[in-house]
């Protein structure tokens, strides 16, 4: 297990940008692969973007070419770069790490996009 700590949500603009940061409380070096989810209000929560060990990605249909998932292994950190935000992109974001036997969750950090 490890704990994640979400931050870097908040208001924007249609149009705008943000950039999420999980940090994990120890090396993520071993984690095959850490994601971001997200869940709109009323809605059920959904992946978002993957990045494994080996640096490979992917993303929802819904975010591509807009969001950009990064890691960090020196600072133990995931990243979520969101450019052109939509009102639609409203939600909370949730940082995962598929550690074993059961993967660990943050608690989240609330993006609102405005129109």
């Known amino acids: 297990q490890v704990q994640l700590v979400e931050s870097g949500g908040g208001l924007v603009q249609a149009g705008g940008s943000l950039r999420l940061s999980c940090v994990a409380s120890?090396?993520?070096?071993?984690?095959?692969?850490m994601r971001w989810y997200r869940q709109p209000p009323g809605k059920e929560r959904e992946l978002v973007a993957t990045i494994t060990r080996g640096g490979s990605t992917n993303y929802a249909d819904s975010v591509k070419g807009r969001f950009t998932i990064s890691r960090d292994n020196a600072k133990d950190t995931v990243n979520l770069q969101m450019n052109s935000l939509k009102p639609e992109d409203t939600a909370v974001y949730y940082c995962?790490?598929?550690?074993?036997?059961?993967?660990?969750w943050g608690q989240g950090t609330q993006v609102t996009v405005s129109s």
């Open positions: 995962k790490a598929d550690t074993w036997p059961v993967g660990s």
């Open positions: 120890r090396s993520i070096l071993g984690i095959n692969a």
